[in-house]
């Protein structure tokens, strides 16, 4: 079963604390098949509400920034599927 973006991203800063938004975006945008460039995916790391219709991208309270890196939340680990 293929996970959503919020999912993959819970997972990859699970599995690399202190990562930076850089690197979760980077391998958000290899494993989504997107060429990588500034800003992309960025509203996941925002506190800005985009809002597509069915539901809102971002990832408050999933995870949270600490020492320059990012680290999941207890609500986080719920997204690990």
């Given at each position: 079963m293929p996970i959503n973006n919020i999912e993959f991203i819970a997972h990859f800063?699970?599995?690399?604390?202190?990562c930076t938004q850089v690197q979760v975006?980077?391998?958000?945008c290899e494993?989504?098949?997107?060429?990588y460039t500034?800003?992309?995916y960025d509203t996941?790391?925002?506190d800005r509400y985009r809002y597509i219709p069915g539901h809102?991208?971002?990832?408050?309270?999933?995870?949270?920034l600490r020492d320059g890196g990012l680290y999941?939340?207890?609500?986080?680990?719920?997204?690990?599927v």
């Open positions: 800063i699970f599995a690399n604390p202190g975006r980077r391998a958000l494993r989504n098949g997107k060429e500034s800003g992309k996941y790391f925002s809102t991208v971002h990832g408050k309270g999933y995870w949270e999941i939340t207890e609500k986080g680990l719920t997204r690990l």
